[in-house]
């Protein structure tokens, strides 16, 4: 029983981490959008490190779960 309820929180933790990188993606797209509207230069360094820097929790959180399937013991008739 360990074992799963393990298992589901370590998914949590992955689905936390691909949120928290589309959100990081999402506001590194608006500040540069920001950057072209009103050429604004912080805007742009800063929305490039958090586009990788989301890139790279969306990554990790994609790839750091494994699916284990475990066949169910088969009851004795």
Do not use: R
């Not at 933790?13 to 950057?35: A, E, S």
């Not at 360094?45 to 990788?52: D, K, R």
Request: aromatic letters at 10%.
């Amino acid at each position: 029983m360990e074992q799963m309820n393990d298992g589901i929180l370590a998914l949590l933790q992955d689905i936390k981490q691909m949120v928290l990188g589309c959100g990081l993606l999402l506001l590194g797209g608006i500040l540069t959008v920001l950057f072209l509207l009103f050429e604004l230069i912080f805007c742009w360094i800063i929305s490039i490190s958090l586009m990788i820097s989301g890139c790279l929790y969306i990554w990790n959180g994609w790839s750091a779960h494994e699916v284990v399937h475990e066949p169910k013991a088969q009851e004795p008739k």
